[in-house]
T-cell receptor
Framework: SQQGEEDPQALSIQEGENATMNCSYK?????LQWYRQNSGRGLVHLIL?????REKHSGRLRVTLDTSKKSSSLLITASRAADTASYFC?????????????FGKGTKLTVNP | KAGVTQTPRYLIKTRGQQVTLSCSPI?????VSWYQQTPGQGLQFLFE???????NKGNFPGRFSGRQFSNSRSEMNVSTLELGDSALYLC??????????????FGPGTRLTVL
């Protein structure tokens, strides 16, 4: 079963605007990761934030993590048409010794030129 | 370094048949995980192998199995295929220890269609 839930399920914006996606999860985690998937292809790792971190930046990406609310957000600034993809959050549960990730159902982002 | 490769990329089978999918991880990555992606259930963890041992298993029936070889390459097998097994099967490799900060590296997937 899915642990994470992304919100919104779909998002359509214009080029240059910012896109914000949210993720909620249910259990304790070691870290939370965001991935991008272009239509029907493999996932690309975007950013990882550890449970003891609150905010992380990578280029045009900004991720926040609130472990008390069990939620995270991904902000893509100054979006481009090439950002059109599905975005998934994935959590790494605290029970150790495994690389298992639990994925949410994703947010489908469309950036219109 | 070459990325994660999966073969074949596309596969069409009929109900009752069995199928074997292959995954070659990034050189030096000893952990290989498999995921099933369907429109209804999303991305679901199948199993993970590390040093030829299954380290974790998802909630899938025994028809789904896998193995890892000494060179870290991995295969997964699905026996007695059902229509519901139609999915994109993704393989991911990583350096064990999620504190590495690099996440997992995914292959392009194998699209399995069961008729």
């Amino acid at each position: 079963s899915q642990q994470g839930e992304e919100d919104p399920q779909a998002l359509s914006i214009q080029e240059g605007e910012n896109a914000t996606m949210n993720c909620s999860y249910k259990t304790s985690i070691n870290n939370l990761q965001w991935y991008r998937q272009n239509s029907g292809r493999g996932l690309v790792h975007l950013i990882l934030i550890r449970s003891n971190e609150r905010e992380k930046h990578s280029g045009r990406l900004r991720v926040t993590l609130d472990t008390s609310k069990k939620s995270s957000s991904l902000l893509i600034t100054a979006s481009r048409a090439a950002d059109t993809a599905s975005y998934f959050c994935a959590t790494a549960p605290t029970q150790g010794g495994s690389e298992k990730l639990v994925f949410g159902k994703g947010t489908k982002l469309t950036v219109n030129p | 370094k070459a990325g994660v490769t999966q073969t074949p990329r596309y596969l069409i089978k009929t109900r009752g048949q069995q199928v074997t999918l292959s995954c070659s991880p990034i050189s030096g990555h000893r952990s290989v995980s498999w995921y099933q992606q369907t429109p209804g259930q999303g991305l679901q963890f199948l199993f993970e192998y590390f040093s030829e041992t299954q380290r974790n298993k998802g909630n899938f029936p025994g028809r789904f199995s896998g193995r890892q070889f000494s060179n870290s390459r991995s295969e997964m097998n699905v026996s007695t295929l059902e229509l519901g097994d139609s999915a994109l099967y993704l393989c991911a490799s990583s350096v064990p220890g999620q504190g590495s900060g690099t996440g997992q590296f995914f292959g392009p997937g194998t699209r399995l269609t069961v008729l």
